[in-house]
Structure formats: C-alpha cells, structure tokens
C-alpha cells in the first residue's frame, strides 16, 4: 500500500495503476471512495472483499461527465436528466437502467482532481464509499485508511472531503417516476 497526494504529478501515474488492476482509495466531493477501473473484473471482486459488501448490491460508477455516460449509452431522459443538468457534477447518485436492462448507480463527482483521475482512465470508475460495510464513510485519508486503506493498493490524500456527507441516491423509472433510495448531501 502506498500514500500518495492529489497532484497532478499523481493522476497519470494511479490511472495507469488502475488500469493494471490496482485497487485505490480515492477523494470526493463527498466522502472518501474505495475505487478500480470497470473493466479489471478481479479489481471490482477486491472492493467487494475490502468492504465486505454483500455481492448483490452494485457499486456505482463515478463518470468524468455527463458527455461521457450519454457516449457510453447511458440515456438520462425527463426528470433524471433535469436532476442531473441541476445536481452534476455534484453529490447525486442517479439509478438508471443501462440499455440491457441492468440497474447502475451513475455520478459525476464535483471534485476537479477525481474527475481528472477517471478522465485519465477512460472516463468510467467503480467507486463506493471507503469503510465496511455498515461504518460510517471516511471523510479523510486517515480515517479511509484504517477503515479499507491497508488492504488497498494505494490512499490518495486529499485533506478533508468538503461534503463530509454520502450523495443522495435516485432511482428513475423508465415511466418518468422517481425514488429516493438514500437521502444524502442533495436535499430534493
């Protein structure tokens, strides 16, 4: 495991390590997030495993922007895509059905150097909160790595995560419904 700051001299160096597998602990907007790169299967069964997250509760994708989820074919329509023009980037989970049907948690976090981060690994990262399951969410380095951090291959030390609170989670329905799955930062 390896501590290292949020600078640009960090970026390309942790999106390579991701790409290859690595598994990171990684600043937000609102809390501290355990992530891997999507397509690194063995990466995402680690943060699983880290967190001790029952294997049935996805773990959402942090985007660069929104661009990059509407090229990715994910489709915000009605009053997701409104949530998402008001809320992005910023501390809103949205649950949308991909184009196979399948439910994913989608998010542009409001934190420029993470943003950078997924940018430099194509756009797209498995991100969930860095503590176990059940524990309140580490809103420092620190904290994230006494929680998950020693089982992770690196903690990016970003000081104090501003939100200090977990994003609101939004389900859309594809009849234009909402549900509020977790209240969170984003009053609605």
Known sequence: MQIIKASDDTTETLA???KSGAVAVIPTDTVYGLAAHPDCPDAVARLYTIKGREAKKPIAMLADSAETLTRRGFALAGQAAALAERHWPGALTL???DRN????GLRVPNHAWTRRLIASCGGLLRVTSANLSGQRPATDAPAALKEVGLSADFVVD???????TAS???KAFPD????ILRPGAIRL
């Open 95 to 97: 649950v949308i059905q």
């Open 168 to 170: 609101t989670v939004v």
């Open 16 to 18: 390579m390590a991701l």
């Open 158 to 164: 970003d000081g104090t995560s501003p939100g200090g």
């Open 101 to 104: 049907g399948a439910w994913e």
């Open 176 to 179: 234009g419904s909402l549900e």
